[in-house]
């Protein structure tokens, strides 16, 4: 699930924080099953899930610049 950067700028701070936490829970399963040996997991799964942090973390990083 790609997240758009001007989907997230819509959301509040706190959908932002939840949807951040959602997103570094889901990760470190990932990250977990992975190490298990559970190959079902794809690296590209990984790959997004670090990506949509990255995009959730430039946002409220442009919210705080602003404030």
Same mark, same amino acid.
């Given at each position: @699930? ?6 997230? &700028? ?13 997103? $570094? ?5 990932? $990250?977990?099953?992975? &190490? %298990?040996?559970?190959?079902?997991q794809?690296?590209?799964? @990984?790959?997004?899930? $670090?990506r949509? %942090?990255? &995009?959730?973390?430039?946002? @409220?990083?442009? $919210?705080a610049?602003?404030?």
């Amino acid at each position: @699930m790609a997240m758009k950067a001007s989907s997230l &700028r819509e959301q509040t701070d706190e959908e932002l924080q939840n949807l951040m936490e959602e997103t $570094r829970s889901e990760l470190a399963n990932v $990250r977990m099953m992975q &190490r %298990v040996g559970d190959g079902s997991q794809s690296p590209l799964k @990984m790959q997004t899930l $670090r990506r949509d %942090v990255a &995009r959730i973390k430039t946002v @409220m990083q442009e $919210r705080a610049a602003q404030a």
